[in-house]
């Protein structure tokens, strides 16, 4: 049930940096406070199929933080010069740290039982309730460590490539500007 939320949970998270972006911080309460419009940012599309885009970590700051009924095109755009291979690769990366957390948090269980117990490995799969437990403990643990930093690494490029898109932008107009002013006036 975790993993099929983890796009509501990124938005809450998104929400957090996009106001620290600018040195705010929100309190739990302006948080609380702004979950209502977080609900209107197309999240049904994003715990349905929007679910299994590789590259949601960078869509998301378009959907949430520009919306708007052009952000598919605003998404296009953004996603051109090799963007949307970095937002996927980001997830892979993520998705491998995680399963590299999680197995390191049951061999470290494992490494810390006793000999009686680890010699006999089936007697480990017996009692199944608290190893179901314990699956829960970890991944809400990996979950709390990978997550933010998969957020936060989506509005990075987010954030890079409205800068490079942007900064080109005004680069253009600075070169038209000067070329404008390097004309002499004809009488």
Known sequence: MIWWLKPFLDRILLHFFSQ???????????????LPSLFKTRLLLALSLGRFDFARSFNLPVWQLEGGKGASERITLLQKNNTRKQAVWLTIVCMHFEGIIFLSLF???????????????????????WLEVLNMIFYFLVLSIVEPLYV???????????????????Y????????????????
Do not use: C
């Not at 039982?113 to 199944?128: C, I, K, R, T």
């Not at 989506?154 to 005004?170: C, K, P, Q, S, V």
């Not at 253009?172 to 009488?187: G, T, Y």
């Open 172 to 187: 253009l107009a600075f070169r038209r500007i000067a070329a404008h002013l390097s004309v002499p006036n004809e009488k």
């Open 152 to 170: 936060a690494g989506g509005f990075a490029l987010y954030l890079n490539r409205r800068t490079h898109l942007e900064a080109w932008d005004i």
């Open 107 to 129: 061999g470290l269980v494992y490494f810390m039982m006793p000999l009686s117990y680890s010699a006999d490995f089936s007697a480990f799969y017996e009692e199944g309730l």
């Open 20 to 34: 620290a972006l600018f040195g705010e911080q929100p309190s739990i309460w302006q948080t609380l406070k702004a």
